[in-house]
């Protein structure tokens, strides 16, 4: 029960944090699972994103069923789950019962403004990370940087997605032959 | 019954919106039908999940649901579209670690590694375009960035790789409290 506790107060305090949903979560992830407790690797977090990518449902949920599964099965799952949506829903609950108002006030508005910019500089630390983790040697660098060229074409990140994964098989696949 | 339908429509959501939260738009779009909200509301609900905490699918899922149901419509819709997330995720958990040793597994991730890395990038730039760069872009000295907010970008930056064991949310409310007192 304890673990159980432990985990959804874990999670209570990644949805707390998380502004801007899905990839901003990554850099309060690292920090709680990765450096703080050691419950996932900078491996498993990168896996268990595309794999958030490919499955139905946020992302942000996704990642923590996985932590939950990984560390006390079905239960866990559903602690870590209604951990991590706990404050977005009170807050929600809150702003739509008494501030209506809310997204158009002008403090909200200066506020927000600066926290994007606060989350954009957490997330230069992420992808160096991300970046040093999938990126060993040069068939991975091409990868990357065909990833990246997506910026300018409009191609959904689940087919991303799905050719990296194929493209990771057959080079393998093909490495081998050659030896 | 409301809440069934709710819990129903969010399960719906949850089960077909792949890719994360903004792939949640075109059903909530669909909801209007329900009369649970109007367009126009619906795009204020957008603004405010992106201006709060918390997943924007969870929080647009919330805020749909009180306005159908009041608290127990905001609970119930919520825990309609993680259901879906949370039995798919717990299947694809046991298949994974029954394979992920298989050396076709291991490639896969392999190649999924950069690509995330990647990925992450997209989503970031679409960040930095709408906090750093200026909305209407000209070639002038001061047309392209937003001063004030590259400014604090550039320091930020410098500040998380210097700073390692601060939280996160220092650098959160950080950057609120920056916001206001200079009227980003």
Redesign the interface.
């Known amino acids: 029960m304890r673990e159980l506790l432990f985990l959804f107060w874990t999670f209570f305090k990644i949805g707390a944090c998380t502004f801007g949903g899905g990839y901003a979560m990554l850099p309060i992830i690292q920090r709680e699972l990765v450096d703080k407790r050691g419950w996932l690797t900078n491996d498993e977090v990168v896996d268990y994103y595309a794999i958030g990518q490919l499955t139905p449902g946020v992302i942000a949920v996704n990642v923590s069923t996985f932590v939950g599964v990984k560390r006390k099965g079905v239960i866990g799952a559903v602690f870590s789950t209604l951990g991590m949506v706990t404050p977005p829903i009170i807050i929600i609950l809150l702003i739509a019962a008494l501030l209506t108002n809310f997204a158009h006030l002008e403090v909200v508005k200066h506020a927000f403004a600066g926290i994007r910019v606060a989350v954009l500089a957490m997330m230069t630390k992420t992808i160096v990370s991300m970046f040093k983790n999938g990126v060993k040697d040069w068939f991975t660098l091409v990868l990357f940087i065909l990833t990246v060229a997506t910026i300018f074409i409009d191609v959904s990140p689940v087919v991303v997605v799905l050719i990296a994964a194929a493209a990771g098989i057959f080079y393998k696949r093909w490495a081998v032959t050659k030896k | 019954m409301i809440y069934i339908t709710l819990f129903l429509e969010f399960f719906k959501t ?8 903004m792939a ?1 738009l075109p059903f909530l779009y669909d909801l209007v039908k329900y009369g649970w909200y109007t367009m126009p509301e619906l795009m ?1 609900m957008i ?13 647009m899922a ?2 749909a649901g ?2 159908a149901g009041a ?1 127990p419509g ?2 119930i819709a ?1 825990l309609g ?2 259901t ?3 039995i ?3 299947v ?2 046991k298949i ?1 670690e029954k394979f992920k040793n298989a ?2 597994v ?20 679409d ?2 375009k ?3 760069l200026k909305q209407n872009l000209t070639w002038a000295w001061n047309g392209i960035f937003e001063l004030k ?1 590259l400014l ?2 550039l320091v ?2 410098v ?3 210097l700073f390692k064991k601060v ?3 220092v ?2 409310l ?7 007192l ?3």
């Open positions: 949850g089960l077909f919106a792949i890719g994360g939260g949640t204020d603004a405010i999940a992106e201006s709060t905490p918390g997943p924007i699918g969870v929080n919330t805020y009180f306005n608290i905001g609970i919520t579209l993680v879906p997330s949370i798919v995720i717990i694809v958990y994974l050396p076709v291991q490639s896969a991730f392999y190649g999924l590694r950069p690509a995330v890395a990647g990925l992450i990038i997209v989503a970031t730039s960040l930095f709408l906090t750093i907010a604090l970008f930020m930056t500040l998380v790789f939280h996160p949310i650098f959160i950080g950057g609120a409290v920056v916001g206001i200079f009227g980003m």
